[in-house]
């Protein structure tokens, strides 16, 4: 049987990202999702969102497996932009209910990963987790009321 490294040597970074976010997301456990992302990042990976700062592959890993269970049964887009030695550009579009009531909304997202020796070095995500906040009744009144007086 074949480690997780020869199982996915013969892919490229993005093809990797994109079997990763596109089927092995969806599959009941998340073993083979994380020990094919855990071939793209550098031990030393640099990750930013607009929620975290992780510094290194073990901590990047435990995020994944925090909150990717909680999207992995929504609607999700991904999109492989770009990719040569040194960049690796996709975007993505999640759909997804807000627990405990009965709106959906949709996240827009781009990444920008920098590659050094095949590996993912520095991931810069950028997604506005407010983007559809307008659709909840109140709040997103008040949210672009607040945006519109600073």
Known sequence: MPTVVEKYSSLSLGQRIKLASTELLRQPQLTSYLDCMATVFADSVHYIDPVHELHGKRAVLEMLEKYV?????E??????VHENETQVIWKWVLKMKIRFTPFRFTIHGLVLAEVEAGKIVRQREYYDPMESIGIIPVVGFLYKLVLKMG
């Open 75 to 80: 609607p999700f887009e991904f999109s492989l």
């Open 69 to 73: 269970p909680r999207i992995k049964n």
